[in-house]
């Protein structure tokens, strides 16, 4: 099926097409805005969508044939149709600025570091006390020997 039968089916007993429903042709019933028909018109004034189409004089409105439509879309290629993704793949149209966390982030470091530097001293000491400990019970709680050191 070619691009004119295409057209056709689209818009039944019409010669010529308006500039919105060159936009509905090339982006889609749903997806035809003011911005695109307004774009729609910025490329036919530039002579860029269909070369060689001129508006009739003293004609103030554009009226495309549909035979110059469909060789113009033949000649370029495939209309502009976006690609269908699955609804899960469509991008959002939010968009978030980048801020900057650079001192927010410094400052978390530091009590980071100062709380892992107070678990690692609480460690350390607890440590100390679990050696001195063992070395108690080992040892046992016998007194040193006193008396006289001898000299050698």
């Not at 469909?70 to 290629?77: N, S």
């Not at 939010?94 to 978390?108: A, D, E, Q, V």
């Not at 679990?130 to 000299?151: F, H, N, Q, T």
């Amino acid at each position: 099926m070619s691009t004119l039968d295409i057209l056709r089916a689209k818009f039944p007993g019409r010669v010529t097409l308006s500039p919105k429903e060159v936009a509905q042709a090339l982006h889609g019933d749903a997806k035809t805005t003011k911005k695109r028909i307004e774009a729609v018109r910025k490329k036919l004034d530039d002579g860029t969508l269909i070369p060689g189409i001129r508006k009739a004089r003293g004609d103030k409105r554009w009226s495309i044939p549909l035979d110059a439509l469909a060789r113009a879309l033949d000649e370029r290629g495939r209309p502009d149709v976006a690609p269908l993704l699955p609804p899960a793949l469509t991008p959002i149209g939010r968009k978030t600025r980048m801020t900057n966390i650079g001192p927010r982030m410094t400052r978390l470091m530091e009590r980071s570091r100062a709380v892992l530097q107070s678990i690692l001293d609480e460690m350390f000491a607890l440590d100390a006390l679990d050696d001195r400990e063992i070395l108690l019970s080992v040892v046992g709680d016998r007194a040193r020997p006193s008396g006289p050191k001898r000299v050698l």
